[in-house]
């Protein structure tokens, strides 16, 4: 039992290059959600998922992509890194709003 | 839409003292979520309080939920270092709608 796992744990990227960040879960929520967390910040949700085959925008979706693959799966695309995309990714699931168990969390940089 | 705030930003305390974070939404909350992040790791849930007026305790830590349910604040007695960390609040408008974090609340301990 996992729990919620994210990969890349570190990357580093160019500006203009595109990259996915993978989140699976086996908790068999039906929730799940991507958060940025940039130095001293709070956590921004930037999309989220309610069920299988729904997502919506959170309050930084700008500049990013989502895909709900199935109930485990939720993964998160820059289509063209800035700089300003630099921070630290957490993707977390949970069943409906209740609480909520994330992932390690992946550190972006974005030169 | 939804804001939620927490005050203070940052507290440092001699060990041993008591702190108090307080979390204030500007909408009615379904439920309240409380989760505390050691420096360089991920969230981790501490609690859940979905009653109006609800107070809950786990050893060293009290939490409340407002009797209108947009207000809470956590009470750790006697700090210790292992308390360090940032505690954010969290809650959703409704139970599957999305979960809206607070900034956090960093607390240090001096020994």
């Known amino acids: 039992n996992a729990g919620v796992t994210q990969t890349p744990k570190f990357q580093v990227l160019k500006t203009g290059q595109s990259m996915t960040l993978q989140c699976a879960q086996d908790?068999?929520?039906?929730?799940m959600y991507w958060y940025r967390q940039d130095p001293g910040m709070g956590l921004r949700l930037i999309y989220y998922?309610?069920?299988?085959?729904?997502?919506d925008k959170g309050e930084v979706p700008n500049g990013y992509n989502v895909s709900r693959l199935n109930k485990r799966e939720f993964s998160l695309r820059l289509e063209s890194a800035a700089p300003s995309q630099t921070s630290v990714y957490f993707c977390?699931?949970?069943?409906?709003?209740?609480?909520?168990?994330f992932g390690p969390g992946t550190r972006l940089t974005v030169t | 839409g939804q804001q939620v705030m927490q005050i203070p930003q940052y507290q440092h305390v001699q060990e041993g003292e008591d702190f108090t974070t307080y979390c204030n939404s500007s909408?009615?909350?379904?439920?309240i979520q409380w989760y505390k992040q050691r420096p360089g790791g991920h969230p981790v849930f501490l609690i859940q309080?979905?009653?109006?007026?609800e107070v809950k305790k786990q050893k060293r830590l009290t939490f409340q939920f407002g009797e209108a349910k947009k207000n809470s604040s956590l009470h750790i007695t006697a700090t210790q270092t292992t308390d360090v960390g940032t505690y954010f609040c969290?809650?959703?408008?409704?139970?599957?709608?999305?979960?809206?974090f607070g900034p956090g609340t960093s607390l240090s301990v001096i020994p």
């Open positions: 977390a699931s949970s069943q409906a709003a209740y609480e909520q168990y």
């Open positions: 908790m068999n929520h039906n929730s």
């Open positions: 998922s309610a069920s299988e085959g729904t997502t």
């Open positions: 909408t009615t909350l379904s439920n």
């Open positions: 309080l979905v009653k109006s007026g």
């Open positions: 969290a809650g959703p408008v409704t139970s599957y709608d999305k979960v809206i």
